[in-house]
T-cell receptor, first 109, second 118 residues
Framework: SQTIHQWPATLVQPVGSPLSLECTVE??????LYWYRQAAGRGLQLLFY??????ISSEVPQNLSASRPQDRQFILSSKKLLLSDSGFYLC????????FGSGTRLTVV | AQTVTQSQPEMSVQEAETVTLSCTYD???????LFWYKQPPSRQMILVIR??????QNATENRFSVNFQKAAKSFSLKISDSQLGDAAMYFC???????????????FGQGTILTVHP
């Protein structure tokens, strides 16, 4: 069966520090992968998606970047975090339906 | 671009009663999918129900059913016999069925917080 792993679950980082969130998928090959962000009390906004290794599309301009170094690995990064980067980040992969990771709660202080 | 609107920020229901959550969307496409997701306090996204636009029959999953009105671009969720465990944030979402760069992306509404009173 397909599973998706996302870590860490919770992260508190100071402003200006770097960020790396990792997501891996098991049980499928060449999945479409996505990073979403959810601000407090709001809906999910698509940040990045990838249809293959090294292929990244950005949906909104921002302080973050994404990479896909392996088929089933998707990484969300930042060189210098801003206060506005705080939020809940969800990784997902899709076939016919979506499967979401358990999310990372990021607080930038 | 597609948009999804949930006009009810909060709803409440008594346990064992029925509640309907509203969702409207805007699209120029004819083939797409619509979803309702549940997000409990754990914030895990849980698929509640899915509807294919080409199907006229409304989807049902146990106590959950939808009223899909394609011409009106409306997609409401009905929860029957509400249970305490149904309390959560509910999101309506749209996904294009066409290929290309838009394939697979979900567009979400802003969510409706559902409270269930014992």
């Amino acid at each position: 069966s397909q599973t998706i792993h996302q870590w860490p679950a919770t992260l508190v980082q100071p402003v200006g520090s770097p960020l790396s969130l990792e997501c891996t998928v098991e049980g499928t090959s060449n999945p479409n992968l996505y990073w979403y962000r959810q601000a407090a009390g709001r809906g999910l906004q698509l940040l990045f998606y990838s249809v293959g290794i090294g292929q990244i599309s950005s949906e909104v301009p921002q302080n973050l970047s994404a990479s896909r170094p392996q088929d089933r690995q998707f990484i969300l990064s930042s060189k210098k975090l801003l206060l506005s980067d705080s939020g809940f980040y969800l990784c997902a992969w899709s076939s016919q339906n979506y499967t979401f990771g358990s999310g990372t709660r990021l607080t930038v202080v | 671009a597609q948009t999804v609107t949930q006009s009810q920020p909060e709803m409440s229901v008594q346990e064992a009663e029925t509640v309907t959550l509203s969702c409207t969307y805007d699209t120029s496409e004819s083939d797409y999918y619509l979803f309702w997701y549940k997000q409990p306090p754990s914030r895990q996204m849980i698929l509640v129900i899915r509807q294919e636009a080409y199907k006229q029959q409304n989807a049902t999953e146990n106590r959950f059913s939808v009223n899909f009105q394609k011409a009106a671009k409306s997609f409401s969720l009905k929860i029957s016999d509400s249970q305490l465990g149904d309390a959560a944030m509910y999101f309506c979402a749209y996904r294009s069925a066409s290929g290309g760069t838009s394939y697979g992306k979900l567009t979400f509404g802003q969510g409706t917080i559902l409270t269930v009173h014992p």
